[in-house]
């Protein structure tokens, strides 16, 4: 029988991956970089028959809330003898029990054994596991965490300027250490497509070190400064909750014990809670959000996803008032808010849009102007000022004429000097429309109150054939 069972679990809307490792002789497992609803691995665990022992980290998370410890929780509800610990980096400082890893450690589940590695450089603590048969030198995974990751590396960025190259500077001698592995051994990271903790774009979860030797060019690197350049270059801005959430994992963060259910509330009691402060949060479509809104509502379609932008512009301690068209759609953005640290969520609109509309409560509409009636403008010369609120990255491909930028995440610092006058008319526009709309919901916050929205963004403007304006430097 293998001494080594991998079950992934994979996040799209965060782009990570997540892992139950067991010992199928022994039965025992640990879960390497749990999310906070911790049913599906419990359920998965018992499925096998497995006893899950540790719920262990590779490095204190930026981009999501730790599930070690509401995983803690049911395995205690269920058993309240369980065994299950908690391993983390000792480097961590980790200011809740748990075991404190270094190199060379190792968790024993029979006769699988999981030997820890040092492997800084994501993160200053950031630590790796290796999977060995107990008497067998052959390695047989690599769970990276966020140091090796499918065609690319970790950011080193995420903790400060002041920390970036000393960071690069230990992902090379990373990189270096791993590449002495076999290149038949698989590599299992937990960032991925989708993350902004990745510097790679590629779809594919896991590789192998001979794989990763031959395509990643970090891996291709071997001059430390050349490697620094390269792993510190191109990086686009990322959330501001990651720079929130490491010191929450380290702290330990509350437990739920259970997925939040928030209640319905009429339109009279959402109006009741915005008066003491609370915020609504719209999670439909972009084309429902723009036909009509709750005045002042954050505008984050579920599937943007909802979890990166709302820890991107939603204030960390909002009293949240969500407004959805389905069970679905509500239920799968109660799991993206408390993945990511947003736990006050007071209610839902009973009824949606149209309780609010039967109501008599005023509505905020944004016209869609298609790429054909906007190059019309453009040609007469009148057309409103254009806002992309794409990254620096795609704007450097391209971009509307006469058009200027501000990233939809930088706008709630944004001053009005940047993005223009809020008694002004103002077209908005992303690449498909999504981004966009989040502009738009934010922008109606700061005053603005004749906005347009470019109807599919940038792309309709090209599949419709008209040109973009180039930096001259492209």
Known sequence: MSRLHIIPFVNQTLGNSMYLVADPASKQAVVIDPERDVEKFVRAAEEHGYTILYGLETHLHADFVSGVHELQAALHAADPATAYQIGASAAGNSQFPHRALTEGDVIALGE???HVVSSPG???EHISFIAYTKGDPQPQALFSGGSLIVGGTGRTDLHGEQNTIPLARALFATMQKFAQLPDELPVYPTHGAGSFCNTAAGGERTSTIGIERQTNPFFQITDEDEFVRAATSGLGNFPDYYKRLPAVNRQGPPVLARIPQPGAQTAAQLQAEVAAGAIVLDVREADRFLAGHIPQAYGIPVFAPLSTWAGWVVPPDARIILVADAPAELNEAVLQLIRVGYDQIAG??????????????PLSQVENVSANTLKEWIDAQQSPPILDVRQ???????????AKLVEAGLLPAASLEQVGSPQEPLLVHCKAGTRSTIAISLLERKGFTRLLALDEGIEAWKQAGHSLQQNSLN
Do not use: F, M, N, V
Request: avoid cysteine.
């Open 112 to 114: 699988l054994e999981l």
């Open 122 to 124: 994501h993160s200053r």
């Open 348 to 361: 839902y609109l009973d009824g949606g849009i149209r309780s609010w509309k039967e109501a008599g409560l």
């Open 392 to 402: 620096q990255h795609e704007w450097d491909t391209g971009y509307l004429p006469g």
